[in-house]
């Protein structure tokens, strides 16, 4: 069952209809481009933040206009998830970057740091955007296109104290009672995402100490072309051969620096992010688990006749359908997530693959090369010697 139709939001427009329907098969009908870029820092006796510029490009007859240009910081990105977790409950939401990492906590606001959210703030919203359900959530659109003041007048709105405090007791309450009953296949997708989690968790960190490695290297190594010029200082009859060494050394070590580009950049950012999906995967089957709590805990009460039967079975027939709803809303969504999933970190080991052949093809031919000249050079003053 297509899990659109459990999204409270429907679009409006026909060409929406159409994106919304066929947007995994035709990507022409894209009609929604985001861009986060311009990170702009702002500083106030209060606080120090970080603001991004996003443009969003749309056909959608339900936008006033073509383009839209606004500014956000991180909590307003914290809000929007916030705001498409309530609203899609057992809906894959994509990640957003930690507030903090660890070696950032220091320099959190240094070039680096700001690049690296700035790239995983644009995922983030991409990620949305080309979703077949949240990319109509009217929060979202909000998003987009409100400014500054609208946005704040709007996050104003949400439920008051009180009724969050009441919605999080009775999520408590729920997960205190845990799920009798959790359907086999539901089962399945909890077994699934622990082992996932392991997987991804241990890949997370291998990476990031294989770039640990291969940056002290290339620290190191930078230091022997140096070394080598100034050896052939004293060595009169190596000049040129030591010269040779030092120019081999600083290919291999701009070769070197290229391949740590490409994992920082290509493959490292692919692993954590699913290190991310993992820890929201869990909170999705916290969701699923409680709304089914919720109607068994009614169901109980009907049972051993504890409140007034007269209203239990209509409450339990609504319930039953907010059950069936999120079932199905993350069924669809699994297997839309698993296919990305798969896709992602494949294109990723993909790319580093063939990033490493092209990295040691080319340290072997310019070593192959110095090889050669060498011998060459030999030959030559080989022959000069013979009478």
């Known amino acids: 069952m297509d899990m659109n139709s459990f999204s409270p939001m429907m679009p409006t427009s026909p060409l929406s209809m159409i994106n919304q329907i066929k947007f995994e098969d035709e990507s022409d009908l894209k009609d929604l481009f985001i861009t986060v870029d311009e990170p702009e820092s702002h500083v106030t006796t209060i606080e120090t ?35 498409l977790e309530e609203a899609h409950p057992t809906l894959i939401i994509p990640p957003l970057p930690e507030k903090f990492i ?54 104003k709105q949400g439920p008051g104290l009180l009724s969050r405090m009441g919605q999080t007791v009775r999520a408590v309450a ?39 490695e291969e940056r002290e290297y290339f620290d190191e190594m930078k230091e022997y072309g140096p070394i080598h010029i100034l050896w052939s200082a004293s060595e009169e009859d190596l000049v040129d051969t030591l010269k040779d060494v030092a120019s081999c050394i600083d290919r291999c070590c701009k070769a070197t620096e290229k391949r740590m580009s490409g994992l920082s950049e290509a493959l490292l950012p692919v692993v954590h992010e699913y290190v991310l999906y993992s820890e929201m995967l869990m909170g999705v089957m916290k969701r699923r688990d409680q709304i089914q709590a919720e109607l068994d805990s009614k169901v109980e009460a009907l049972t051993y006749k504890k409140a007034d039967t007269d209203l239990l079975p209509e409450e339990i027939g609504k319930l039953e359908d907010k059950v069936e709803c999120a ?25 580093m693959a063939e990033e490493n052949i092209h990295y040691y093809e080319q340290c072997l031919a310019t070593w192959e090369s110095f090889l050669t000249s060498q011998t060459n050079l030999h030959l030559e003053e080989a022959s000069e010697d013979k009478p």
Request: cysteine-free; proline content about 1%; charged content about 35%.
């Open 49 to 83: 933040f970080i603001t991004y510029r996003i443009i969003t490009k749309t056909s959608r007859g339900e936008f006033d206009s073509s383009e839209f240009e606004v500014r956000r910081r991180y909590q307003d990105f914290l809000w929007l998830k916030g705001k």
């Open 102 to 155: 660890v070696k950032g906590m220091v320099e959190r606001f240094n070039d680096d740091f700001i690049e690296t959210r700035r790239k995983a703030l644009h995922k983030f919203l991409n990620r949305i955007a080309d979703h077949p359900t949240l990319t109509f959530n009217e929060d979202f659109k909000i998003f987009l296109t409100a400014q500054a003041w609208e946005l704040s007048s709007h996050k």
């Open 174 to 212: 729920s997960s205190m009672r845990g799920v009798k009953n959790r359907p086999e296949e539901f089962m399945e997708m909890n077994n699934f995402i622990e082992l996932f989690s392991q997987k991804i968790n241990l890949i997370d960190k291998i990476s990031q100490r294989i770039y640990k």
């Open 327 to 351: 079932n199905n809303a993350l069924k669809a969504d699994w297997e839309r997530w698993k296919q990305n999933m798969q896709n992602d970190i494949k294109l990723a080991f993909t790319d």
